[in-house]
């Protein structure tokens, strides 16, 4: 039964659809699924958005066939790790876990570079390009550091 991996961010259209492509391209698929959710639901069954599909495309990734969800209570009990990408995002989703097991799987993703610092990933939404290719390249940091340790839990 494979790993499964969800990413967390506001919307499901900016940072965690970049996360779940990222973090699924260095991660072997027969060992490990990876998703992601947007604790809001304004963009529910909507793409990435235009940006983000840019920036990955142009690092070689094709996340256009995502489609936003909001992340629900059943995750908890699906997911075996759940990043998220600010600490409104880490202060909403431990609020909607229903026990303390799910609460626990929750993590910063940032805390992958700097423990225990609250780095978060800032949302490129309103900014321009440069935001995401900004949010891209955090993001691939982390994400290497998160599989390098799964692969070594999970071997």
């Not at 967390?8 to 990876?34: D, W």
């Amino acid at each position: 039964m494979p790993v499964k991996i969800l990413m967390v961010c506001l919307g499901n259209i900016c940072r965690s659809p970049l996360a779940e492509g990222i973090l699924q391209s260095k991660l072997p698929a027969e060992n490990f699924t990876v998703d992601s959710a947007g604790t809001g639901n304004w963009h529910v069954g909507d793409g990435p958005d235009r940006r983000s599909v840019a920036t990955a495309k142009g690092r070689g990734l094709d996340i256009s066939r995502q489609k936003a969800r909001q992340i629900t209570i059943n995750d908890f009990n699906e997911f075996d790790h759940i990043y998220v990408m600010d600490a409104n995002n880490l202060r909403d989703v431990t609020a909607l876990a229903p026990h303390a097991e799910g609460k626990a799987k929750v993590k910063l993703m940032m805390d992958e570079i700097f423990p225990g610092q609250k780095v978060n990933v800032p949302d490129p939404y309103y900014g321009g390009d440069e935001g995401f290719e900004k949010v891209y390249d955090m993001l691939d940091e982390a994400c290497t550091l998160v599989a390098e340790k799964l692969i070594k839990e999970h071997a």
